[in-house]
């Protein structure tokens, strides 16, 4: 909802302002489909160029995640550490060997099956899976354990900062585009200079729209979003880091309360639940 407010505000406050201080419109509204044409078609296909198709479609799918946010929340943050309580807690009773059938084929496992929101982000499955298998194997040192999963938590960051970075480019490089365009524009201006003063203020008004819409595409639109979309990466990321926390803990020797507990920390203070919240829904554990 706030990203819609604050795509309506720009425009409002820009705009709307530069029409009640007396501005006139119709300069602007003339001149716009060309200096749009050139400003923005040129930004596109530097985007292109620059871009491999994986980014670009990426990218593209992304710019809609500003309006939805992160996909974790509360609720997925509970479901998480329930479950990931429930796996430490079958493991210290039963021994490594009774989740063995869950972290093979865990879209079948009861366990994961037991937290539809967790069920609804492959990655984490795996995530889990694939590291609780490693604890199976033999890989029970703490530290190695931590190394690994950060490595990963990494990757994923880099491979997912993709789209916020090549927005970013691509509005770093509007104000110049804009400059361009403002050029096109004198340039157009210089070939009538022997018209009429009012003609040649107007040529000069929309060359100017150039400049003025090369500097408002990028810092009012195309770096918001940029941003927009590498907070909510780095927000989304604090979600693996919970598993990381757990796993680590568990395999330095803590008991799972404890273990859930350091995991818990490392949720984001807007979504974290309280140690009494969090106890009462893991006693509901079996």
Do not use: W
């Amino acid at each position: 909802m706030f990203p819609a407010i604050g795509l309506f505000g720009v425009f409002f406050c820009v705009f709307g302002g530069y029409i009640i201080f007396g501005g006139k419109i119709g300069i602007i509204v003339e001149a716009l489909p060309k200096e749009v044409m050139i400003i923005g078609g040129s930004a596109v296909a530097s985007f292109l160029i620059a871009n491999s198709s994986h980014v670009i479609k990426k990218s593209m799918a992304d710019i809609k995640r500003i309006f939805g946010g992160a996909r974790f929340h509360k609720k997925e943050y509970m479901e998480l550490l329930s479950l990931l309580y429930q796996i430490l807690k079958t493991m210290k009773t039963k021994g490594v060997l009774a989740i063995e059938q869950h972290i093979e084929k865990p879209m079948e496992s009861n366990i994961f099956n037991a937290y539809p929101s967790i069920m609804k982000d492959p990655f984490t499955i795996k995530f889990i899976a694939d590291y609780l298998r490693m604890f199976s194997i033999g890989v029970d040192n703490p530290h190695e354990m931590e190394s690994l999963m950060e490595q990963e938590i990494e990757k994923a960051k880099h491979e997912d900062l993709h789209s916020s970075h090549a927005l970013q480019t691509m509005a770093d490089a509007m104000p110049a585009l804009g400059i361009v365009a403002a050029v096109l524009g004198v340039i157009k201006t210089m070939a009538s200079i022997n018209e009429p003063p009012e003609v040649l203020g107007k040529l000069i008004g929309g060359a100017l729209v150039g400049t003025f819409m090369g500097i408002f595409l990028s810092y009012c639109i195309v770096a918001p979003i940029a941003s927009r979309l590498k907070a909510i990466t780095e927000e989304e990321m604090q979600f693996y880091m919970v598993i990381q926390a757990a796993i680590t803990a568990h395999l330095a020797g803590y008991a799972p309360q404890v273990s859930i507990e350091a995991a818990r920390k490392k949720v984001p203070s807007d979504y974290m639940p309280d140690f009494n919240e969090l106890e009462e829904a893991l006693s509901a554990i079996s």
